[in-house]
């Protein structure tokens, strides 16, 4: 099985492609993700990640086009990125994300088709998200404490992704990420 980590940055994934443009990690392969084509064949892929990076690139819609190419028919791909509720407190963010991203990639989306169709398997809201990195900026009572709420609040949002992300997810502060796990479609 061929997988592809897209943006990897400072967390390389064992047994994947990791590509980024700069990182101290050095990725497998190093491409600006914002040019295009990316520097693999057509139908390459079996299995597609990204964590926290299509925020980061200035055409998110592109970038799932460009990734519908190079994955084979039936690819999984999973897309982790800030939920818009708490997207924008970084500096270098270029897009917001809900839970309508998916939207975007079935044929019969009269509102935006983007030309690339994928199937979705799943849309999920975490409230503490990427745990890897927060182990290193939070102390050890912090981190388990707001790890613990966050399991508490994610299972409860979702129970319904679409009526969090319209309703109550400001009430609780926002949501730290939104996950699509979909499926290539050609």
């Keep these: 099985m061929r997988k592809l980590n897209l943006g990897s940055g400072e967390y390389p ?4 492609v ?14 600006d993700l914002s040019r295009f ?11 597609v990640e990204s964590d926290h990076c299509f925020e980061h690139l200035p055409n ?20 982790r990125v800030p939920h818009f509720s708490r997207g924008f407190t970084h500096a270098e963010h270029k897009a917001g994300f809900d839970v309508t991203f998916p939207y975007y990639f079935r044929k019969d989306f009269v509102g935006g088709y ?10 999920r809201l975490r409230w503490f998200a990427q745990p890897y990195f927060k ?19 994610s299972f409860f949002a979702n ?4 009526v969090c ?17 979909m499926r290539v479609k050609k």
């Design 13 to 16: 994934k064992p047994g994947f």
């Design 18 to 31: 990791n590509v980024d443009l700069y990182s101290i990690s050095k990725p497998d392969v190093e491409h």
């Design 37 to 47: 084509p990316y520097p693999f064949a057509d139908s390459e892929f079996d299995h």
């Design 60 to 79: 998110p819609f592109a970038v799932m086009r460009e990734v519908h190419r190079i994955a084979k028919p039936g690819a999984t791909v999973i897309v």
């Design 114 to 123: 983007q030309g690339a169709e994928f199937d979705t398997d799943a849309v």
């Design 135 to 153: 182990k290193t900026v939070l102390s050890p009572p912090v981190f388990w404490m707001a790890r613990g709420f966050g399991a508490f609040v």
């Design 159 to 162: 129970l319904s992704p679409f």
């Design 165 to 181: 992300s319209r309703f109550w997810c400001f009430w609780v502060g926002g949501f730290e990420e939104v996950e699509f796990r």
